[in-house]
């Protein structure tokens, strides 16, 4: 099976919580091997351009809000099978629904707050890390 790329997003709450360190621990631990990463903080604009297949959903004002409240961290992720694995190793978006030992079940307070982002598809992963990272800035760190 060929790698593929996932982004994921340290939201504004995990930043907050300082949990940066151990959320890369246990994505890397899941053996996901970090490609790109950078800490920015997004305006209402940028956060709406990124989540623009949601524009006409109930929760999109919160979410946009919410996404430029502090600093995040996107990171761009690659693995076999990274999208699957990913979504496993992160949760249900509710974390009351998320399995034991995922990341929005241990840290997240909300399905609104809930940590961090997943790329929901290869194609939307490859999309996703364009609207952050160009492909020069994506590290050749292959052993």
């Known amino acids: 099976m060929a790698k593929q790329r996932t982004l994921a997003i340290l939201k504004p ?3 907050r919580k300082e949990l940066i360190g151990e959320v890369l621990r246990q994505i890397q631990e899941a053996g996901f091997v970090i490609k790109a990463m950078k800490m920015t903080r997004l305006t209402k604009q940028t956060a709406g351009g990124f989540y623009a297949v949601h524009r006409e959903k109930p ?7 919410f996404m430029s409240s502090g600093p995040c961290v996107p990171v761009v992720l690659e693995k076999e099978n990274a999208i699957e694995d990913f979504r496993t190793l992160i949760g249900a978006t509710n974390p009351a629904n998320a399995d034991a030992g995922t990341i929005r079940k241990e840290f997240a307070d909300s399905m609104g707050e809930n940590i961090v982002h997943g790329s929901d598809s290869e194609e939307n992963g490859n999309i996703e890390a364009a609207y952050f990272f160009a492909e020069s800035e994506l590290v050749a760190n292959e052993s």
């Open 13 to 15: 709450d995990c930043v």
């Open 59 to 65: 929760f999109f004002d919160e979410l946009t809000t």
